[in-house]
């Protein structure tokens, strides 16, 4: 394969090794301190920074402000967009002001419903679902066209990621709707946070038996527990989400001052099962308000350094 | 049909403290079958609102009517004679007829007694749900006759979302997740095949966002 | 009637609206129903109406449900006396007395 953007997140995995992306979640405020600071502690673990977009559907600095911050400190965003919030003139919109800052990476997603959030009497969109904002992207990228056909001027060019959960129902479909991703456009999956690995493995195999791992690049979605509380917690109240009971009982065992720790240590065991596995073209560490612990993460896993001459 | 839901006591009362002489006029379709205004439920207000005036020391009237519909000029026509002595209706009609009774009787204050809620089924007696929106432009042959519009609520065209948990959607244990319902439904008519065809983007412009909607039909006008 | 199911919400409100002090609805023992539910509709009837009475001013406590199986006549009485007794401590319906004053 050979890349079609200069994402330095494409080149990586281009280059047959292992790729490493973590996230930042921006602040409730305008001071951009907070990104900046994050990016500061993991720049040198990663190829790439995903910013997430109104996560869980609280009102946030914006991914896309987000992104061209870390641009301006020269690293490499991943531009995280949800379809709850804006209609296609506003996606379209906000990937040309994404690329006008040479941000070359975006994900594609649908957004928490946002009941969940600080704003549950609002209003959502929805007008485009995550596997149509897919086919945009692509659209805009390789024919230089916007959804009405006008054609656009410095067509956007970015590496077009989604999100894929093994662990959500029904199972016997998400192999599927991987497949339907790919056809969409897909070039790079980042998953959810894997705990079941049993799971994680099968959902592999059955995409490895439809050739779809040579489709498409997968990123292991990695999250460390911070304690046995938020281990429950993930597993009986985050939807879609698998915490086997094993694990819980893992970091219960261990006394509390030492389960930091230990979640540090089943997350590094987690990347370092996966790297074996056939399909996996990296890792997406997500260690949400916990970011000083990605290079530790990063390092015991055997990925750094990241690769500097591409 | 059309599903709503009676406007609490208080709510109402507050509209028409001022007036000394009401309608309440019902209407015996879908607010009927769904007894949020039909004339057993015109009843029930009138006699409520009856005790509450009367308890307030004012002489208040209250009159009953229950209109085969309020949405047809012929049903609302019946009330010309009448309603010039009436100071104020409260319609008990979906939001569709206390608007055209509004529009009919220009010089009457009309208020609505429901809150309109949607179109949907009854499930059984007392228990009313979703079931379509009204986008105009009907894709239920390509979704095995189960709505994503009107019963995902993110109204996905390509679902399910990663939220998808045990069959119901994210947002609430008692929301069935309408992919999980596609796609069992697909399974069991053995076109689970269909299931990897992209939906394409939809035309929205027949639904609510292109603006208020008219159907109509040259061929039987008159 | 011949079954506290028949009893309707508006024929209680009805009767507050006329005056009545209090109304008092005597039904079979639940699950004894001749008529299968039909006292079971007649509970869910008055707490609809306990509702409405609280919220126009007349007060839900002047409506109340008992259930006895047909052959317990001296409690049917000690029910009476009960209501009665209550009604009396409420005092007259407020309605009759507002009006009054309007009059």
């Not at chain 1, 995550?130 to 067509?155: A, N, W, Y």
């Not at chain 2, 997740?177 to 069992?184: G, K, R, T, V």
């Not at chain 3, 023992?29 to 509709?41: A, Y």
Request: hydrophobic letters at 35%; a neutral charge.
């Amino acid at each position: 394969m050979s890349v079609k953007t200069p994402s330095r997140l494409e080149k990586v995995l281009d280059s047959g090794q292992l790729a490493v992306t973590s996230e930042c979640g921006p602040p409730r405020g305008s001071d951009p301190e907070a990104i900046t600071r994050k990016a500061e502690m993991i720049k040198e673990h990663v190829d790439a920074i995903n910013i997430t977009d109104n996560q869980t559907s609280v009102t946030r600095l914006s991914s896309l402000a987000s992104c061209i911050h870390l641009k301006l400190m020269g690293l490499e965003p991943i531009l995280q967009m949800v379809v709850r919030d804006r209609n296609r003139i506003a996606l379209q919109s906000d990937i040309l002001g994404a690329a006008s800052f040479d941000i070359h990476n975006i994900l594609c997603l649908s957004g928490d419903h946002q009941t969940f959030g600080d704003s549950p009497q609002g209003q959502n969109v929805f007008d485009l679902d995550s596997m149509q904002l897919i086919q945009t992207v692509r659209l805009m990228r390789d024919e230089g066209k916007f959804l009405g056909g006008d054609p656009i001027k410095r067509p956007p060019a970015m590496f077009v990621g989604a999100a894929a959960n093994p662990f959500a129902d029904p199972f016997e479909i998400r192999v599927p709707r991987l497949a339907k991703k790919i056809a969409a456009g897909v070039e790079f999956i980042q998953t959810q946070c894997i705990y079941n690995l049993d799971k994680f493995e099968l959902w592999m195999k059955q995409a490895r038996d439809r050739g779809l791992h040579e489709k498409v690049y997968i990123l292991a979605g990695v999250t460390p527990f911070k304690s046995a509380g938020m281990a429950k917690y993930m597993k009986n109240r985050v939807p879609g989400m698998d915490v086997p009971d094993e694990v819980v009982k893992r970091m219960a065992g261990v006394p509390k001052e030492k389960q930091a720790q230990e979640g540090i240590n089943i997350c590094v065991e987690t990347i370092q099962r996966l790297k074996e596995l056939e399909g996996v073209s990296g890792f997406h560490i997500m260690a949400i308000e916990w970011e000083e612990k990605v290079p530790e993460i990063v390092e015991r896993s055997g990925l750094y350094p990241r690769p500097k001459d591409l | 049909m059309i599903v709503a839901n009676k406007k609490p006591i208080e709510e109402i009362i507050e509209m028409v403290k001022g007036y000394r002489k009401i309608l309440i006029a019902g209407c015996n379709e879908c607010v009927t079958v769904c007894e949020a205004g039909g004339k057993k439920e015109v009843g029930v207000l009138a006699s409520s609102m009856r005790m509450f005036f009367m308890n307030e020391g004012l002489k208040t009237e209250i009159d009953e009517i229950t209109l085969e519909r309020q949405c047809d000029h012929e049903y609302l026509e019946e009330l010309r004679n009448s309603i010039d002595q009436y100071e104020a209706v409260v319609s008990l009609a979906c939001g569709v007829g206390v608007q055209f009774m509004a529009e009919k009787y220009f010089a009457t204050h009309v208020y609505p007694g429901v809150n309109t809620c949607f179109m949907g089924v009854t499930e059984e007696r007392g228990v009313w749900s979703e079931r379509c929106q009204g986008c105009g432009k009907c894709i239920l042959d390509r979704t095995a006759g189960i709505c994503p519009i009107s019963r995902c609520a993110k109204r996905l065209l390509n679902g399910p979302c990663g939220g998808s948990t045990k069959g119901k959607c994210e947002i609430s244990k008692d929301l069935d997740c309408a992919w999980q319902l596609i796609i069992d439904r697909l399974k069991e008519l053995g076109r689970l095949d269909e299931y990897e065809e992209i939906a394409p983007i939809k035309d929205w412009s027949t639904e609510r966002a292109g603006g208020p909607r008219k159907v109509v039909r040259e061929d039987v006008r008159q | 009637m011949p079954c506290t199911g028949k009893v309707d919400l508006l024929h209680i409100l009805r009767a507050f609206e006329r005056g009545a002090d209090g109304v008092y609805v005597v039904g079979c023992m639940e699950g004894d129903c001749r008529f299968d539910r039909g006292n079971l509709r007649a509970r869910k009837r008055v707490e609809q109406a306990k509702a409405i009475l609280d919220k126009v001013g007349v007060g839900g406590e002047r409506v109340k449900m008992f259930n006895l199986s047909s052959g317990e006549g001296p409690r049917f009485a000690e029910y009476a006396v009960e209501m009665t007794k209550k009604i009396t401590e409420m005092g007259p319906n407020p309605i009759k007395e507002a009006m009054g004053k309007a009059a």
